[in-house]
């Protein structure tokens, strides 16, 4: 029997201590406890959080196999993330001390081989590792850093006392089929960690609200280029202050931004989600349901 909770959710739009995925965490976890304190039990971190989201503003010259590229790869393999490893035990202890279920994005090492990085989207709950979905498609040259996901991990995930969590990373979020892959699954909240900061984001988060019938959870990143370590071994673009304005916000089922955006700054945006609202969306218009027309519109339907 499904239910119909009112969530408190709770979209962190902070800055990584770049290049340092212990600090990285304990900062997350702070940050946990101030969205808890404030009544959150389900928190979402930005793309690759832990420990710094390789984009196009900063790193582009790394596709170029300029003089760094390789340390810059080596350092960032360092600092990421084996999901059987103590970074994830340690969020799920936060998890566990405060009763919230989180979801952060990562780049992702192998367990089993030092190798490939991804760029992974986890939830996490009070009892460890929940779900992983690793990005299907690195976009340019995010491709020199991170592998191409296998797809196999396109799933809701049911989150006791929080609903039906999916979601997609920054631009898998145009991708029409990965949505119908997840709107099958009916989710009541969805996730769309990102580094993309312009207005026309925000339009596509308004628009896979009202096309999923979800609450929609945006969180990007906030990068001032103060937070660069000085020993990165790429140099910054010059005249630059800031690599990534922010702009979390959460959009209600009916595509209303009930939260933010919020711009150039660290900042925790929260709304009380009541999952009521994404069933009563889809009286009017359910994706999967009765407006999926799969016997006219399925690909067989269509050769």
Not at 37 to 49: K, M
Not at 83 to 100: I, K, Q
């Amino acid at each position: 029997m499904a239910e119909f909770n009112t969530v408190r959710v709770a979209a962190v739009q902070a800055t990584p201590v770049i290049l340092d995925a212990e600090a990285t965490v304990e900062k997350a976890i702070g940050l946990v406890d101030e969205a808890a304190d404030d009544g959150a039990t389900f928190v979402a971190f930005p793309e690759c959080f832990v420990s710094v989201y390789p984009s196009g503003a900063w790193a582009a010259r790394a596709a170029t196999w300029a003089e760094g590229c390789d340390e810059l790869w080596a350092r960032l393999w360092d600092s990421s993330v084996d999901v059987a490893g103590p970074h994830v035990a340690t969020l799920a202890e936060a998890c566990a001390r405060r009763g919230v279920h989180l979801a952060i994005g990562v780049n992702e090492r192998e367990d089993a081989r030092p190798g490939s990085l991804y760029n992974s989207l986890l939830l996490i709950g009070p009892g460890g590792l929940l779900h992983r979905h690793r990005k299907l498609m690195p976009t340019m040259h995010e491709r020199v850093f991170h592998g191409v996901g296998a797809g196999d991990d396109l799933d809701v995930t049911e989150l006791p006392t929080v609903g039906r969590v999916a979601g997609l990373m920054c631009w898998e979020n145009r991708m029409p089929l990965a949505r119908w892959a997840l709107y099958q699954g009916g989710p009541q909240i969805w996730l769309a960690p990102t580094a993309d900061d312009s207005d026309g984001w925000i339009a596509s988060m308004r628009h896979i609200a009202i096309e999923s019938g979800a609450f929609v959870v945006s969180i990007p990143q906030y990068i001032p280029a103060s937070a660069f370590p000085t020993d990165l071994p790429l140099p910054l673009p010059e005249g630059v202050d800031v690599f990534g304005r922010g702009g979390a916000c959460i959009v209600s089922p009916t595509g209303e931004v009930v939260a933010g955006p919020v711009y150039d700054r660290e900042a925790i945006v929260s709304a009380d989600c009541d999952l009521r609202q994404a069933l009563h969306a889809k009286r009017y218009f359910d994706v999967a349901g009765h407006y999926a027309r799969a016997d006219v519109l399925a690909p067989e339907r269509r050769s």
